[in-house]
């Protein structure tokens, strides 16, 4: 008898209702900052446990960073992950993008927003770094499916609108690692409601790079001391050290080609 | 088919709760994709290229592995430069002997494997469960080896929970066994375990371990036609791979030609390699 809507209600005001919503639950959250820096791209989240990530590798590329339901965002990234592993083994690494990730969580969202009981309550970056800062690809993602292709940086979660205005204007393109985290850290420090800025130290923080002096996997987690050092005004340190053992392969799907260093015969016939 | 809907958004099965691992991913979403899912016509059986010998030895401190060069396809040489050792993640490596198609789509397959698990995880796979992992996949392929095209690997890594470097063997059903100091697999592995039983010494140094693997390539390749000796005209060289705690890499062919022009010096005029007085 009372399946279906009781009332008629407008389409508008139906779509309004699951905006807002999306947008409370995503509010409740603490926020989340994505920012190029000199070497590649920095994630850094308010984050006080170790385990429960808002930042996670994808690809060789490629991260992903959340703000919002927990359950929501990381039901997204293992498939994100499924997506590109699978893409990457039908066809070659190099063939796996951002964009293309983007398109598919833009049109999950979308699908989701308008024909499932209530929308995801989640906002998420895609970002791939490249060979340079100027080919460097940050994708925002909103709980209806909205793509906007970002420059330099981005804030999700709470009181993302006022981080996100206080950045944009001391962020410039070049800075180093340490300057870059330590810009994101006072965003996310800053009280919106005009209190005094809270303090967070490396504990409460969950900070990842890409890094593209990297070769094949650029994911890199930073924590401990050496976030400690990055973030210090005294510690000259203003980038990670760089690893001396990298990945021991290239990146090519085909293990026939993916030894470093490995030059093409010089006289195989 | 094409593995992602293009235009759609994420299948339904990607957001589904599921395990850990690509291949039953794969499996169950794109079967297709899956090497030992492709059966041969009952009765049939194919010429296809054969990779030959893998040989890997502890030393203190991590384990190697390394690998001739050839494939063969009955009487023919089929390629002279394969590579059959691979990289599977940071701290292990694998070498693969049988049908060379077929065993490096299940290598590449098990690299995804290794990488997704430690992406969707956050953490590495313990060794055991690496070697676990890749018996599962051999037993997969039990109905083409039985056809003919199977694929025997020889897994290595660095354990972290026990400080050392560790081996694995396998058989065509799965089987997955721990092998001790040294082992190898493939047509030449006969001449090759024969002699690493007389060159092995316990606690060699990295750069002994080379030594001592090169050269029972070398004795392989001098009694099985199907092993490839290094190929001085060409400069093709073994490939070698080390592992140790600070993960794995491949020695270079310009560390490995040096090891082998010493060991053409050793056996000139003294082809089996006898070693007196001082070297003994």
């Known amino acids: 008898m009372t399946a279906g809507m009781p009332f008629y209600v407008s389409p508008e005001q139906l779509m309004k209702d699951r905006a807002d919503f999306a947008r409370k639950g995503i509010a409740r959250g603490r926020s989340v900052v994505v920012l190029g820096y000199d070497h590649g791209i920095a994630f850094v989240a308010e984050n006080p446990s170790r385990s429960l990530h808002k930042i996670g590798e994808i690809y060789d590329r490629i991260a992903f960073a959340a703000v919002g339901k927990y359950n ?55 970002a791939e770094v490249g060979q340079d800062s100027e080919a460097d690809q940050i994708y925002r993602l909103t709980y209806d499916g909205s793509v906007a292709d970002e420059r330099g940086l981005v804030a999700m979660g709470g009181a993302s609108d006022q981080i996100e205005e206080r950045l944009t204007e001391q962020w410039r393109p070049g800075l180093t690692l340490a300057q870059a985290l330590q810009l994101a850290v006072a965003g996310l420090a800053h009280d919106p409601s005009g209190g005094p800025d809270r303090n967070l130290g490396a504990d409460s923080l969950e900070v990842a790079v890409l890094d593209r002096t990297r070769s094949r996997r650029t994911f890199r987690r930073i ?41 093409p015969t010089p006289d195989a016939d | 088919m094409s593995p992602v809907a293009d235009g759609g958004g994420l299948p339904a099965a990607y957001l589904r709760t599921g395990s850990s691992s690509f291949t039953d991913f794969v499996a169950e979403h794109e079967p297709h994709l899956i090497p030992s899912r492709r059966g041969l016509p009952p009765g049939a059986t194919i010429d296809a290229p054969h990779g030959t010998t893998i040989v890997t030895v502890t030393f203190d401190g991590g384990v190697l592995m390394a690998g001739d060069r050839r494939a063969t396809m009955g009487n023919i040489i089929a390629n002279r430069d394969m590579e059959k050792v691979f990289a599977t993640d940071e701290f292990s490596v694998v070498g693969i002997a049988g049908t060379a198609g077929l065993a490096i789509e299940l290598v590449r397959l098990f690299q995804v494997e290794l990488e997704h698990y430690e992406k969707i995880e956050g953490t590495l796979m313990s060794l055991e469960g690496k070697a676990n992992r890749l018996a599962s996949m051999i037993r997969g392929n039990l109905g083409m080896a039985m056809q003919g ?54 606690d060699m140094t990295s750069d002994e371990a080379v030594r001592v693997a090169v050269e029972a390539l070398w004795d392989a390749a001098d009694d099985d036609s199907a092993t490839g000796g290094p190929d001085v005209g060409r400069r093709i060289w073994p490939t070698v791979a080390l592992v140790t705690a600070d993960g794995a890499r491949f020695i270079p062919d310009d560390t490995v030609a040096p090891v082998v022009d010493a060991i053409i010096t050793h056996r000139h005029g003294n082809a089996g390699g006898r070693r007196d007085g001082a070297d003994a």
Do not use: W
Not at chain 1, 239 to 261: K, L, M
């Open chain 2, 149 to 202: 095209l199977s694929v025997v690997p020889v897994f290595a890594g660095y354990d972290h929970q026990h400080g050392l470097g560790r081996i694995f063997s396998y058989d065509v059903t799965g089987g997955c066994y721990e092998e001790h100091d040294h082992h190898s697999v493939g047509s030449g592995s006969l001449f090759a375990r024969g002699a690493m039983k007389k060159l092995y010494r316990p």
């Open chain 1, 223 to 263: 924590n401990g001391d050496i976030l400690g050092s990055l973030l210090s005004d005294e510690d000259p340190t203003d980038d990670v050290p760089p690893v001396d053992h990298d990945s021991p392969r290239q990146a090519a799907s085909n293990p026939q080609t993916q030894r470093h260093g490995d030059e």
């Open chain 1, 72 to 126: 929501e965002f990381e039901n997204l990234r293992v498939a994100g992950v499924r997506y590109a592993d699978l893409r990457g083994y039908s066809y070659d690494r190099s063939d796996v993008t951002a964009r293309g990730l983007a398109n598919a969580y833009a049109q999950t969202l979308g699908t989701v927003f308008t024909q499932e009981s209530k929308p995801y309550e989640v906002e998420i970056v895609v």
